[in-house]
Nanobody, 120 residues
Framework: QVQLVESGGGLVQPGGSLRLSCTVS????????MGWYRRQAPGKERELVA????????TYADSVKGRFTISTDNAKNTVYLQMNTLSPEDTAVYYC?????????????WGQGTQVTVSS
């Protein structure tokens, strides 16, 4: 079992920055991959924003490349998403995700989500 708690969301003006944090209930070393997803509207699919593997390999959605950075602080069991040059299109509920290999499949764990609103 893994518990994830996000923080850092809020209201920001276009062009501004926010940093989201996700505190994990166990050592990040034991997790195969961590990621940030977002849902931009109710009923819309949750989409991958960024992910990082236990080997520090990162993946980004095309829409956030060059603006967002995912990182980890293993000593604090925390995953960050630094978001710069925000636009209204980045408005969404952001969810932290952890994937653990369980036999031949992965188990996914989710945080409760944190709202990010980009508006003037």
């Amino acid at each position: 079992q893994v518990q994830l708690v996000e923080s850092g969301g809020g209201l920001v003006q276009p062009g501004g920055s926010l940093r989201l944090s996700c505190t994990v209930s166990r050592s990040i070393f034991s997790i195969n991959a961590m990621g940030w997803y977002r849902r931009q509207a109710p009923g819309k699919e949750r989409e991958l924003v960024a992910s990082i593997t236990s080997g520090s390999s990162t993946t980004y959605a095309d829409s956030v490349k060059g603006r967002f950075t995912i990182s980890t602080d293993n000593a604090k069991n925390t995953v960050y998403l630094q978001m710069n040059t925000l636009s209204p299109e980045d408005t969404a509920v952001y969810y932290c995700n952890a994937r653990l290999l369980n036999g031949l499949h992965f188990d996914n764990y989710w945080g409760q989500g944190t709202q990010v609103t980009v508006s003037s």
